[in-house]
């Protein structure tokens, strides 16, 4: 019997090559999501949800050596440390399309 793999969300699954469609993202995907933390050198964020058929997520990290640092003091290092992702994923065709920027 042949069978055919599909990507869901972040697992992957099979099924007999019987035409049968699995749904586009799974149940866990169906709301929004957001998680951060906050250490002594960064703080960071992370947001994910559906966006119509498919999905978003959005991270971004920034230093905060410049809150804890005390003004004027030059044996400090200065900040200027982050970063930022976004990705989209839309069902395109029979599988999916990942967009990351």
Request: aromatic share 4%; hydrophobic share 30%.
């Amino acid at each position: 019997m042949l069978r055919s793999s599909t990507d869901v969300g972040s697992c992957r699954r099979s099924t007999p090559s019987t035409g049968a469609k699995l749904p586009a993202r799974a149940e866990s995907h169906a709301t929004t999501r957001s998680q951060g933390s906050v250490s002594t050198t960064q703080a960071r964020i992370t947001v994910d949800g559906p966006l119509g058929a498919g999905g978003y997520e959005l991270s971004g990290r920034g230093g905060v050596h410049d809150l804890v640092a005390p003004s004027g003091e030059r044996s400090y290092l200065s900040g200027g440390v982050g970063d930022a992702l976004a990705k989209l994923e839309a069902p395109l065709f029979e599988g999916h399309a990942r967009a990351l920027f």
